[in-house]
T-cell receptor, first 114, second 110 residues
């Protein structure tokens, strides 16, 4: 199957700093990328959807100024958690999909804000 | 009512048993149906992908879709301890976002 690479897999940062997470589709063109957040023992919560070259569409309740998403090319999307706080600690997962194809997931990033 | 309903379990069965995982949905526009497996602290891994009613088999896994009943299933034959994970159903239409079920935690006991 297609490969989606997410980096870093784990990051610890200090409260107030910003963290950038990268998501790359390695062998296909991802027209759409999705960013999810997952709390322990819960399902994936969609945060935002981004199409290449356009602004991301955020789900209700997700702060767009806090979670900056950039989808500058068909193979790369980034999520930046700005001014991170301990409550932002979570498991963040990206997913990439081509047009009318199944979605493939990255391995996830475990963010811990101390 | 949620668009996709999935029993969260947990579900525990002995090794070798047949496992049945199910989801129901309310949106008749859904065209694509997927099952993902997620191990602890890892991203979901696509197991099965179907877009029509009927059965699709891949090794020990069989995905079943019944659009008339808005019901999908995943069967695992000869279950192994390595199958222990959380299984998520997901569905979408066109290029729209995936809608996930809650996920079922499955444990296969040796």
């Amino acid at each position: 199957g297609a490969v989606v690479s997410q980096h870093p897999s784990r990051v610890i940062c200090k409260s107030g700093t910003s963290v950038k997470i990268e998501c790359r589709s390695l062998d296909f063109q991802a027209t759409t990328m999705f960013w999810y957040r997952q709390f322990p023992k819960q399902s994936l919560m969609l945060m935002a959807t981004s199409n290449e070259g356009s602004k991301a569409t955020y789900e209700q309740g997700v702060e767009k100024d806090k979670f900056l998403i950039n989808h500058a090319s068909l193979t790369l999307s980034t999520l930046t958690v700005t001014s991170a706080h301990p409550e932002d600690s979570s498991f963040y997962i990206c997913s990439a999909a081509g047009r009318d194809t199944e979605a493939f997931f990255g391995q996830g990033t475990r963010l811990t804000v101390v | 009512q949620k668009e996709v309903e999935q029993d969260p379990g947990p579900l525990s069965v002995p090794e070798g048993a047949i496992v049945s995982l199910n989801c129901t949905y309310s949106n008749s526009a859904f065209q694509y149906f997927m099952w993902y497996r997620q191990y602890s602290r890892k991203g979901p891994e696509l197991l099965m992908y179907t877009y029509s009613s009927g059965n699709k088999e891949d090794g020990r896994f069989t995905a079943q879709v019944d659009k008339s009943s808005k019901y999908i299933s995943l069967f695992i034959r000869d279950s192994q301890p390595s199958d222990s994970a959380t299984y998520l159903c997901a569905m979408k239409y066109g290029a729209q976002k995936l809608v996930f079920g809650q996920g079922t935690r499955l444990t296969i006991n040796p």
